[in-house]
């Protein structure tokens, strides 16, 4: 997964009467996966651990970071 963030930015200076502008810039790719901890998955099953066609099954987990669905 890439996720990259833009971080742009103006500075303005004003010396002795004359407008100065400089843009700022920064970027951050991070294209490491996501670690995902305390994953469950669980079905409406009479065993939940268990599921048949028509069951519904949940997967629940957290991560480590946000995650675009």
Same mark, same amino acid.
């Given at each position: 997964? *890439? *996720? &990259? ?7 303005? #200076? +004003? =010396?002795?009467?004359? #407008? @100065?502008? $400089? %843009?700022?810039? %920064? =970027?951050?790719? /991070?294209? &490491?996966?996501? $670690? #995902?901890?305390?994953? &469950?998955?669980? &079905? !409406? !099953?009479? !065993?939940?651990? @268990?599921?048949? =066609?028509?069951?519904? +099954?949940? =997967? @629940?987990?957290?991560? /480590? %970071?946000?995650?675009?669905?």
């Amino acid at each position: 997964m *890439r *996720r &990259s963030s833009l971080l742009v930015g103006l500075l303005l #200076l +004003v =010396v002795e009467g004359i #407008l @100065y502008a $400089q %843009e700022t810039s %920064e =970027v951050v790719d /991070d294209w &490491s996966p996501p $670690q #995902l901890t305390a994953v &469950s998955i669980l &079905s !409406n !099953n009479a !065993n939940t651990a @268990y599921a048949k =066609v028509g069951d519904t +099954v949940w =997967v @629940y987990f957290t991560a /480590d %970071e946000p995650i675009d669905p």
